[in-house]
């Protein structure tokens, strides 16, 4: 393996290694819809696969919903399993003001956020004394109730009891948003366009079209409202008490605090999900949002990533597409075909968690950085270096003292230029910092050691 | 008169079932510290190697229950030696996850092997009353169960009292460490905890699913690991006699608050059983009969 090719900090080729895959990220983001509009479908030996508008917005409304029980787990360290929960509440709640009040669905979002996050909040409170396993075990008691819950005779008008409630509002594509124009261009760009996104899109395609474009804005908003805690002084708080708990409280964390609040955020993103999963389904039903989710929401998290917040969106395509192709595929030589017919994509996923929790840890975030690392490694500009200087110790180190400027490590924002006694060591600290980020120290940090952990 | 004894006949009945279930947990937590979260599907992957054993193979069905048993263990055996050995047992995160995998693999196994449909699991107990008045009837199933949970735990109370692998096992749990000190193979000894945990798991499977008001399909479990896992939480998570009354009491709980209050719905009796799980946990972290956890900052 040759060595990892060196790219400088802040030259033009960073510049194009880093907003280059961003820019094309955001294409296929955006022109996705226009692709599965027509249902493309691919054949594996006698079967044949789709990729359906539905499911992608199925799979973008519980990308949200990963990333809420990402925050909680893979950043807070509190083992939930409840958060189907919240999204059934955000389900419902939407379901039925839209349907017996008339909202319109993203008004209901102001009674689901506040609502969800006041619920998650008490039941944070509980999760200050009760910890790890136990705190696991309440929480799947939770996910578990919540079906009898909208069963509830007194509750049949409102929730439309066992059979489910369908949401009678469509959302419609608005006249100013030009939907069918980009799909005529989209397919009109010469050699692919055709072949990629057919003849356009029009009718009730361009109104599915537009619930994606809604629902992605909506996961856009999240993403950047979780990443903007993450990276803030209260996400150190929050990594910080996962890392170590006394040693956050030593240094000033108000855990309890914390620790609530986290827990209402990430009961207010599932709430979220599960307006979103309203509006990209049109039907709420109290099986949906049942222990089986919230194990899933758990395989989604793990796929994706422990402690990433982009792992979501993979964790989120996974939970909706593996069981959906895994009913399509109705022959595999050698298996029985009597076997294909069950539940094997929840074969597939339990599969997936145990494999992955093995072999990969981290998910496949960290697997691709890990990839990535082989290649391309980011240096910092000699010329420059100590000036723009942001060190998040917070992260590894679990809030410790940093005797630069008689600041705590959790000040980092606003850190001033660290002295330059010790150019070697911060050099380290900043290469390290700057290949993979805050984000990733999470990933490493407690999937690696076990299974290092061998016990005897 | 006959309503209360009805319904405490009924709550001693599901309680007795809830208990031994809670006992399989007890055991897996008092070896490794670990709450299996796979271990209601292996009671219900127990019960059906008892009934494909009993029907299928027409094997007398106590021996097939006996069987089954001895499968699931070694099941059990294979499941601690790969899937749970390697990851260190003080991390919690990873064994929980492996355990919510083995949940749905076990469950989609199941599903996929034996179907959906509800089955009759052949009865283990003989039909009809001991004793009746009016409406409450004591069944025989009821007696059977009650009289086989308290064999089980006098037998399993001997086991770890007075044998060589029950010293072991009690030397695991109270420390891993000093344990190994001493000569005590903590691998195998965690092994056997889960052997025996998945062993009792099934007798309970079998005994929950021998009710003639219930039936054999592979989503029983899911229900009833909540109600276990309250169980377990009530008694004091490491205390066998505590799972037995903490069963007991959460079966009695369950049929007299939704009996006899009346605005709240039949189906609510999970809820009552998390909403123990929470008390029991804010208020008093051992359980009735737990012994007290000492935490080391």
Not at chain 1, 154 to 176: C, F, H, M, V, Y
Request: contains cysteine; hydrophobic residues 50%; proline residues 5%.
């Amino acid at each position: 393996m040759s060595q990892p090719r060196p790219i400088t900090e802040g030259s033009t080729a960073h510049r194009v290694y880093r907003y280059v895959p961003w820019a094309i990220f955001a294409f296929i983001a955006i022109t996705a819809p226009f692709w599965a509009a027509h249902t493309p479908a691919f054949s594996i030996g006698e079967s044949t696969l789709t990729f359906s508008l539905g499911n992608l917005n199925h799979a973008v409304a519980y990308m949200v919903g990963v990333l809420g029980l990402g925050i909680l787990v893979g950043y807070n360290g509190q083992i939930s399993l409840g958060n189907s929960f919240f999204m059934g509440v955000g389900g419902y709640v939407t379901a039925t003001l839209v349907t017996d009040d008339g909202w319109s669905f993203l008004a209901t979002l102001v009674v689901v956020l506040p609502v969800c996050f006041v619920i998650g909040m008490l039941i944070g409170l509980p999760a200050l004394r009760i910890k790890g396993l136990y705190l696991a075990l309440t929480t799947l008691g939770l996910a578990a109730v919540f079906p009898s819950i909208v069963r509830m005779e007194q509750l049949r008008d409102r929730t439309g009891g066992a059979n489910g409630k369908r949401i009678e509002s469509d959302l419609d594509a608005p006249g100013w948003v030009p939907i069918e124009p980009i799909g005529d261009f989209l397919s009109s760009i010469p050699l692919v366009g055709e072949w990629a996104y057919g003849e356009g899109v029009s009718g009730r395609e361009a109104d599915a079209v537009w619930v994606y474009l809604l629902l992605a804005a909506l996961t856009a908003a999240a993403f950047w409202v979780a990443r903007n805690l993450i990276y803030s002084r209260p996400g150190r708080s929050i990594i910080a008490i996962r890392d170590n708990e006394t040693g956050a409280a030593v240094n000033g964390v108000n855990v309890p605090m914390t620790k609530t609040l986290t827990f209402g955020f990430s009961a207010m993103l599932g709430g979220l999900s599960g307006t979103m999963y309203a509006m990209a389904i049109g039907f709420v039903a109290p099986d949906v949002f049942g222990i089986n989710l919230a194990i899933f929401l758990i395989v989604g998290l793990v796929v994706g990533g422990v402690g990433t917040l982009s792992g979501a969106i993979i964790g989120g395509i996974v939970i909706v597409f593996v069981p959906v192709w895994s009913a399509q595929i109705e022959s595999v030589p050698g298996v029985p075909e009597r076997f294909l017919r069950g539940p094997t994509g929840l074969f597939i996923l339990g599969v997936l968690l145990i494999v992955l929790t093995f072999f990969l840890p981290g998910g496949i975030v960290y697997g691709m950085r890990k990839i990535r690392a082989r290649f391309v490694q980011i240096v910092p500009d000699r010329q420059v270096a100590g000036d723009d200087v942001v060190v998040a110790t917070g992260d590894a180190t679990g809030g410790k003292m940093s005797r630069h400027g008689g600041k705590t490590a959790l000040d980092v924002d606003d850190d001033p230029t660290l002295p330059d006694d010790d150019p070697h060591e911060e050099q380290a600290k900043r290469i390290l910092d700057r290949d993979d980020g805050a984000e990733s120290a999470p990933v490493s940090a407690p999937a690696q050691q076990t299974n290092q952990g061998e016990t005897t | 008169m006959e309503l209360f004894l009805a319904r405490l006949f009924d709550g001693l009945s599901s309680g007795a079932t809830y208990a031994v279930i809670a006992v399989a947990l007890v055991l897996i937590y008092k070896a490794t510290t670990l709450i299996n979260f796979a271990q209601g599907e292996l009671a219900m992957l127990g019960s059906f190697f008892a009934y494909i054993l009993a029907i299928e193979q027409g094997i007398p069905l106590y021996l097939a229950i006996v069987l089954a048993m001895l499968l699931s263990a070694v099941l059990a055996a294979g499941i601690e030696r790969v899937l749970i050995r390697p990851f260190d047992p003080a991390d919690h995160l990873p064994l929980v996850i492996i355990t919510l995998g083995l949940f749905l693999v076990i469950n989609a196994v199941a599903g996929m092997i034996w179907g959906f449909d509800p089955r009759s699991f052949p009865r283990m107990f003989p039909e009809g009353d001991v004793w009746s008045m009016g409406i409450a009837r004591l069944r025989w199933y009821t007696v059977g169960t009650m009289a086989t949970v308290l064999v089980l735990l006098v037998l399993l109370t001997l086991l770890l009292k007075k044998t060589k692998i029950g010293l072991a096992f009690r030397a695991v749990s109270s420390n891993l460490e000093s344990s190994g000190l001493v000569g005590v193979r903590a691998g195998p000894t965690l092994q056997f905890g889960w052997m025996l945990a998945t062993a009792v798991g099934t007798l309970a499977g079998a005994l929950f699913v021998a009710d003639p008001f219930r039936q054999l399909d592979p989503t029983w479990a899911q229900r009833v690991l909540i109600f276990a896992a309250a169980a377990a939480v009530l008694g004091g998570l490491d205390s066998l006699w505590g799972a037995l009354a903490g069963g007991i009491i959460l079966g009695l709980v369950e049929s007299m608050v939704v009996g006899y209050v009346d605005w709240i719905p039949n189906q609510m009796g999970l809820a009552a059983a998390v909403v123990a799980i929470i008390i029991v946990l804010v208020i008093r972290p051992n359980g009735l009969f737990g012994s007290k956890a000492v935490e080391r900052v």
